[in-house]
């Protein structure tokens, strides 16, 4: 009975955690990132190079929001196959 309850208190915190992360897309939203204005290899240079996050004030994101934030950056890159169009 005990093992049941903290595997329940377990997951419901797993699950609260997950549900306040913010998806790639609001973090670009917040730092004023448009996917579209760079290619791939731009985004993936940037994501590269330290002096370029800081900058950009991505290097205090968590390592899981800057990881869901450069995947949305270049799924939606100028040159990708689904690429963000204005309004959307």
């Known amino acids: 009975m005990r093992k049941n309850y903290i595997l329940a208190l377990l997951s419901l915190l797993l699950l ?6 913010k998806s790639g897309q609001q973090l670009a939203n917040e730092l004023k990132l448009d996917p579209s204005s760079k290619a791939i290899k731009q985004w993936e240079r ?19 929001e800057k990881a869901d934030l450069k995947k ?7 040159d990708s196959d689904k690429p963000t169009v204005a309004g959307k």
């Open 72 to 78: 949305y950056l270049i799924d939606h890159a100028a």
């Open 16 to 21: 609260g955690t997950s549900m306040w992360a």
């Open 46 to 64: 940037l994501f590269g190079s330290d002096d370029k996050l800081k900058s950009l004030g991505i290097d205090k994101l968590a390592a899981a």
